[in-house]
């Protein structure tokens, strides 16, 4: 090795330091994960053999909820196709429960609540019924929101939930 190659070498020498240095600072950084990030809210529903749910499948996504922000919502279709009167009874269901503390949900139709309280609270079957005579529809409304009093805890989390409805008792 000469004098020339002396250069190169301290040249890449130090090249390769100021990389390694940049790449100890980086990997000490705590990653700032969902931090920001808005909540996503899907909600779905499925016909039973007493009931006709229109429209069936999906009924709302919405991937901006934030503390304060705009409200999901959505508008469901209940037929009683039975002969007798029923009461009909809703729940949520879901694989996950990133929500359940955080989003508000409420229910209802034109006069009447049928739930509003938390998520998770929706888990258990509603204690109101809604009555629907022989072949009646009802549409019932859906909305969901992240009330501005909460700061932390919903960025980047999800639900992806069904409407479970049940008639009778």
Same mark, same amino acid.
């Given at each position: 090795?000469?004098?020339?190659?002396?250069?190169?070498? =301290? &040249?890449?020498?130090?090249?390769? $330091?100021?990389? #390694?240095?940049?790449? !100890? /600072?980086?990997?000490?950084? @705590? +990653?700032?994960?969902?931090?920001?990030?808005?909540?996503?809210?899907?909600?779905?529903?499925?016909?039973?053999?007493?009931?006709?749910?229109?429209?069936?499948?999906?009924?709302?996504?919405?991937?901006?909820?934030?503390?304060?922000?705009?409200?999901?919502?959505?508008?469901?279709?209940?037929?009683?196709?039975?002969?007798?009167?029923?009461?009909? =009874? &809703?729940?949520?269901?879901?694989? $996950?429960?990133? #929500?359940?503390?955080? !989003? /508000?949900?409420?229910?209802? @139709? +034109?006069?009447?609540?049928?739930?509003?309280?938390?998520?998770?609270?929706?888990?258990?079957?509603?204690?109101?019924?809604?009555?629907?005579?022989?072949?009646?529809?009802?549409?019932?409304?859906?909305?969901?929101?992240?009330?501005?009093?909460?700061?932390?805890?919903?960025?980047?989390?999800?639900?992806?939930?069904?409407?479970?409805?049940?008639?009778?008792?």
């Amino acid at each position: 090795m000469g004098p020339k190659n002396s250069g190169y070498i =301290r &040249l890449t020498g130090f090249l390769l $330091g100021c990389a #390694l240095a940049v790449g !100890l /600072v980086l990997s000490g950084r @705590t +990653p700032e994960g969902h931090a920001g990030s808005p909540a996503s809210l899907t909600i779905s529903s499925k016909p039973t053999t007493e009931l006709g749910v229109s429209p069936a499948g999906e009924l709302l996504s919405e991937r901006n909820l934030k503390p304060g922000g705009r409200q999901a919502h959505a508008t469901v279709g209940i037929a009683n196709f039975t002969a007798h009167a029923l009461p009909v =009874r &809703l729940r949520v269901a879901s694989t $996950g429960q990133d #929500l359940d503390r955080i !989003l /508000v949900i409420e229910l209802g @139709t +034109p006069g009447k609540r049928l739930f509003r309280g938390r998520l998770g609270e929706l888990r258990s079957w509603s204690k109101r019924p809604l009555r629907l005579a022989p072949r009646q529809k009802r549409r019932v409304e859906i909305r969901a929101w992240i009330p501005a009093s909460v700061r932390d805890g919903y960025q980047g989390r999800s639900a992806d939930v069904e409407l479970e409805w049940k008639a009778g008792g």
